[in-house]
């Protein structure tokens, strides 16, 4: 099957950037991006920088993260045995335009609490 263009406006379902867009900027990554940004941590540091993450999400999203070349998963030898995770120089590049996106979320959050008020006001007064 031949892969069609992918572009910036048309998010075609047989592109592979689309697959990869969903799986950087879904609900948990983005945030264990910026919890692992000082360094390696285990797996319940992890966590518990993550108010509300599932131990089954954190799996998830961890695995989907490794898989992507994003975060390296580390075995150390100890005993017990101890997991830690780590970003990877491929993962280091997202770090700029992650941190860029959470500065606009705390820059725009009056604009965007302003338009919610509105909206729901139109919504009150028409429902």
């Known amino acids: 099957m031949e892969m069609k263009e992918c572009s910036i406006k048309e998010f075609r379902a047989d592109c592979p950037c689309r697959g990869l867009f969903d799986q950087i ?18 797996f319940n540091a992890i ?19 490794e898989r992507n070349g994003i975060v390296a998963r580390n075995v150390i030898a ?3 045995v101890a997991v830690e995770y780590e970003i990877t120089p491929l993962g280091r590049t997202l770090i700029g335009p992650f941190k860029a996106l959470y500065l606009w979320t705390k820059e725009k959050m009056p604009e965007v609490e302003a338009a919610r008020a509105a909206f729901d006001e139109r919504m009150n007064e028409g429902g």
């Open 25 to 42: 900027a879904d609900k948990w990554s983005m945030m264990i991006l910026a919890v692992l940004a000082d360094g390696p941590l285990r």
């Open 47 to 65: 966590k518990r920088g993550l108010e509300g993450i599932t131990q089954k999400a954190l799996t998830q999203t961890l695995r989907k993260l």
């Open 78 to 80: 100890t005993s017990p």
